[in-house]
């Protein structure tokens, strides 16, 4: 019989789903990895029948399925995979008089409540004495919020700031837990012209990340790592409860 070439190469789009019976099955983005591995612990029944020793009988079992998303898209619902959190985004408007504590003493900096839009105007007031401040002269806009200048006389109570807020999304870290996902690969193999390739892991629970990278020369990467769990809502002969693959031929 002619041998029939199977190598593969993955290539594809990684989707989630949470399993809350309401949520859309969407994409998470460009991701160089997705990997699954497992866990085992063996029993062993030793030959003592004989000087050489070795194994009578040995007992194997699966102990852990495991599984790592490398993600390029540092998106903040990536980051709340990764953190335990919980993403949402943030539409365009107008802020007014949003007060902020602070010293004023110089190179103070005052991060706003959210992302200014740089291209619109900041207005600054001291709330104690109700004046405007002056750009350039007592504070000057950075890309999260103002920074007081040299000379700036600012009193005890704070600021008020008015701007308008840019688009934005947002992730909280750490106020979620437990929550699963169904993940599904729409991916090809590439080393076969293209066919279609589908795996489906029916429940997974991510892991909080080890350690993120916020500052560096090269593109972030993220890993999210997961345990897949069993799927009880799966029954019949055959039928796993935790991964399925379908590879055209």
């Known amino acids: 019989m002619a041998r029939i070439d199977r190598t593969f190469i993955g290539k594809g789009e990684i989707h989630l789903q949470a399993r809350d019976g309401a949520s859309p099955l969407l994409p998470v983005g460009n991701c160089s990895e997705l990997t699954v591995s497992f866990e085992e612990d063996t029993k062993s029944a030793l030959d003592f029948t004989s000087p050489g020793g070795g194994e009578a009988n040995s007992l194997t079992r699966i102990t ?15 980051l709340a995979l990764a953190l335990r959190g919980a993403s ?18 110089e190179n103070e900096l005052i991060p706003l409540d959210f992302l200014p839009d740089a291209a619109q105007p900041i207005t600054v007031k001291d709330t104690q004495a109700s004046t405007t401040l002056v750009a350039g002269t007592d504070y000057e ?12 006389s600012i009193g005890t109570q704070g600021v008020k700031v008015s701007y308008t807020k840019a688009a934005q999304e947002v992730m909280q870290a750490l106020v979620a ?8 690969f729409n991916g090809l193999n590439e080393a076969q012209s293209g066919k279609p390739v589908n795996i489906t892991i029916h429940r997974v ?9 916020f500052i560096g020369d090269d593109f972030a990467e993220m890993d999210t790592g997961f345990n897949a769990l069993s799927d009880g809502n799966i029954a019949g002969e055959g039928v796993s ?6 590879m055209a031929i």
């Open 205 to 213: 629970k991510f892991s909080p990340a080890q350690g993120l990278s």
């Open 64 to 78: 852990a399925f495991t599984g790592n998303i490398k993600h390029l898209d540092i998106s903040a619902a990536n």
């Open 241 to 246: 409860r935790y991964m399925k693959i379908s």
């Open 177 to 184: 837990s437990g929550q699963e996902f169904r993940l599904v």
């Open 141 to 152: 806009a950075t890309r999260i919020g103002i920074r007081i200048l040299s000379g700036a």
């Open 88 to 105: 949402s985004i943030i539409a365009a408007g107008a802020v007014t008089d949003e007060q902020h504590a602070c010293v004023g003493v």
